[in-house]
């Protein structure tokens, strides 16, 4: 199999070396620099192309698979729009068109498009509630990956990532040093984020379909914290409510809006597929780094 990674990031790169390692062929496409050494060091080829600019996008070869993993930097809903929107109709037409078009094409998306569910459980089938400019984005950009791509014979399918950690994203001492809001975290680990995309490339599955990636327990973030400083020997953090953590005057709307999304994400339809996760839990994804970090 034959696979482009449009914005071949965090997870991108991993889902290039672990494709790479399974003898599959595979071309990061990123714009910068610093995006193509990346690509380069991690073992597989790398092409320099703007998912906006179909121009630039002709020098990405024909592929069997296409995988959107483009980010928008953390930046405003406009960005957002331009790369989500924009650029991925961009790609689905440009490749599309093509005489040899891709047969899949997978989207990176996020359980932000959830909003708010007071905790309770939720999956593929549960009503999307945006709840940001940014998140409303999302929401058109997995419809756009379903219904254009399929307007263009090409199966589309929505990975749905939950916060994504792993190297270089811990974020250790934000649970250590508190004050930590209540509220469940959803993660999942890039080695199984990428793995998860890997999996349903591989065994075709999830065609015209959303899929959550998200490990197998939900935790509350103040058991998450107490299990993270009792395993690193230090004293439990400071805990705070969400109607504490929003008096804070300056936080932005779109924050105020992230702490009120309080869910409990299912990887139910991940694992019926076969998928079986390197990390099932934060127990094991976080592991080798405490050990690391409390032995310093």
């Excluded at 483009?70 to 093509?98: N, Q």
């Excluded at 058109?140 to 990532?161: C, M, P």
């Excluded at 809006?257 to 839990?281: D, M, V, W």
Aim: aromatic share 8%.
């Amino acid at each position: 199999m034959h696979v482009a990674i449009l914005g071949c990031g965090y997870v991108g790169l991993e889902l290039g070396r672990q494709l790479t390692a399974r003898d599959h062929e595979v071309v990061g496409v990123r714009r910068s620099d610093a995006g193509i050494d990346a690509i380069e060091d991690a073992g597989f080829d790398a092409v320099r192309a703007d998912v906006t600019d179909p121009e630039s996008l002709a020098s990405v070869p024909d592929v069997d698979a296409v995988v959107f993993a483009a980010s928008s930097g953390g930046r405003d809903a406009e960005a957002a729009r331009e790369i989500y929107l924009e650029g991925l109709r961009t790609a689905i037409e440009t490749f599309g068109d093509r005489e040899n078009a891709p047969n899949r094409l997978v989207y990176t998306s996020s359980t932000g498009v959830y909003g708010d569910h007071d905790g309770n459980p939720v999956d593929e089938e549960t009503p999307l509630e945006p709840t940001t400019e940014k998140t409303e984005v999302l929401v058109d950009a997995e419809r756009l990956a379903l219904e254009l791509s399929a307007e263009y014979g090409v199966d589309g399918t929505v990975a749905r990532f939950a916060g994504l950690y792993g190297p270089g994203r811990y974020r250790l001492e934000r649970y250590l040093d508190g004050p930590v809001t209540e509220g469940y975290l959803n993660m999942v680990h890039r080695d199984d984020a990428a793995g998860a995309v890997r999996h349903l490339l591989e065994e075709d599955l999830a065609t015209g379909e959303v899929v959550l990636v998200v490990d197998d327990e939900p935790i509350e973030k103040w058991a998450f914290a107490d299990w993270l400083a009792d395993e690193c020997d230090r004293s439990r953090p400071e805990k705070q409510t969400t109607a504490d953590r929003l008096e804070n005057d300056e936080l932005s709307a779109s924050a105020r809006q992230r702490i009120l999304a309080n869910k409990r994400c299912s990887n139910e339809k991940l694992r019926e597929a076969g998928y079986e996760f390197a990390y099932p839990t934060f127990r094991e994804g976080y592991r080798d780094v405490i050990d690391d970090y409390c032995n310093e």
